[in-house]
Structures are given as C-alpha cells and as structure tokens.
C-alpha cells in the first residue's frame, strides 16, 4: 500500500490550497485518514482526521478555515485549506488506516504561506 500526497506549494496569506492524498495497493477498506504537519523545529502535528463514514476532526487553530474530506470510491483524501496563515507553513502528511491496525504515511507535501 503506499499514500501519494499531492497539491503543495506556496500561497500568500489569505490564500487558498487544496491537499489530496490517494491510496494504492493491496488492502482492505480503509478506516480512518487525516492530515498531519510539521512546521521548521517542531513535531509533527495532528491537522485534521476523518472516519470512513465521513466524520470530521480539526485542530483547533484551522477550525472554520480547513475542510477535509474524502472519496472512499477513490481511496483519496483531501484539505482544503483557506484564510491560510504563515503559521499553516509546514510539511503536510496524510495517513490512513489501511486495516489490521496498520497505518500508512504519505510521503509529505510542503506549504509554504508567506506573508
């Protein structure tokens, strides 16, 4: 099983990105998926999650400015992400549940937000 990021690149404050994520391989049906970050000198962080059935989670600092959402007939996962600030600066990860207990990294996607 192996996660493609995609969609990255670099926005002025304000601006808008949209991060999708796709799943190929071998596998069962996959459960939950979400993005991650990690921004210069800190830990990887928990962006935003999502249940197969289409329950969303966000951090609290992208509230009311990130979406994520997802295609469960394409295995793909998406951030739509608006009102961007320089602090969403960062390389962004997804992950999936691929079953068994098993997660999956993407390989990571870097945002840049200037201001």
């Known amino acids: 099983v192996q996660l493609q990021a995609s969609g990255g690149g670099q926005v002025q404050a304000g601006g808008s990105l949209r991060l999708s994520c796709a799943a190929s391989?071998?596998?069962?049906?996959?459960?939950?998926m979400g993005w991650y970050r990690r921004a210069l000198g800190r830990q990887r962080e928990l962006v935003a999650t999502?249940?197969?059935?289409?329950?969303?989670k966000y951090e609290n600092s992208v509230k009311g400015r990130f979406t994520i959402s997802r295609d469960n007939a394409k295995n793909t996962v998406y951030l739509q992400m608006n009102m961007m600030k320089p602090e969403d600066t960062g390389v962004y990860y997804c992950?999936?549940?691929?079953?068994?207990?098993?997660?999956?990294w993407g390989q990571g996607t870097l945002v840049t937000v200037s201001s």
């Open positions: 992950k999936a549940d691929v079953g068994f207990g098993v997660d999956m």
């Open positions: 391989g071998s596998m069962l049906a996959i459960g939950d």
């Open positions: 999502i249940t197969s059935g289409g329950r969303p």
